[in-house]
Nanobody, 122 residues
């Protein structure tokens, strides 16, 4: 199974973007899927996650209220709707899957997409 992230781009502060992550390959049934981001010179950080069964969501404090995660089990996709974007949201965004547990800690995600660049101009 491979993950493919898409939807990044350049947007002005206050704007919106919608990222998508699609799974390809054999049947995909993770425990939880997540989004992480990495800005230049910084460590990769948690953005949000959604359980595959039940659709329970978790968000970092920095994006809570602005970002929304959704998923389509049948299509094997998840999405990250990002509203009211800020320059500090600029980063490469990665989607990931935890195939074994419902943990959303970075180290528990074993399957990663290639990343998509999000740039927010002030």
């Amino acid at each position: 199974v491979q993950l493919q992230a898409s939807g990044g781009g350049l947007v002005q502060a206050g704007g919106s973007l919608r990222l998508s992550c699609a799974a390809s390959g054999r049947t995909f049934s993770p425990s939880i899927m997540g989004w992480f981001r990495q800005a230049p010179g910084k460590e990769r950080e948690f953005v949000g996650a959604i359980t595959w069964i039940g659709g329970v969501t978790y968000y970092s404090d920095s994006v809570k209220g602005r970002f929304t995660i959704s998923r389509d089990n049948a299509a094997g996709t998840q999405h990250l709707q990002m509203n009211d974007l800020k320059p500090e949201d600029t980063a490469v965004y990665y989607c990931a899957a935890n195939l074994r547990s419902g943990s959303y800690y970075l180290s528990d995600f074993s399957l990663w997409g290639q990343g998509t660049q999000v740039t927010v101009s002030s």
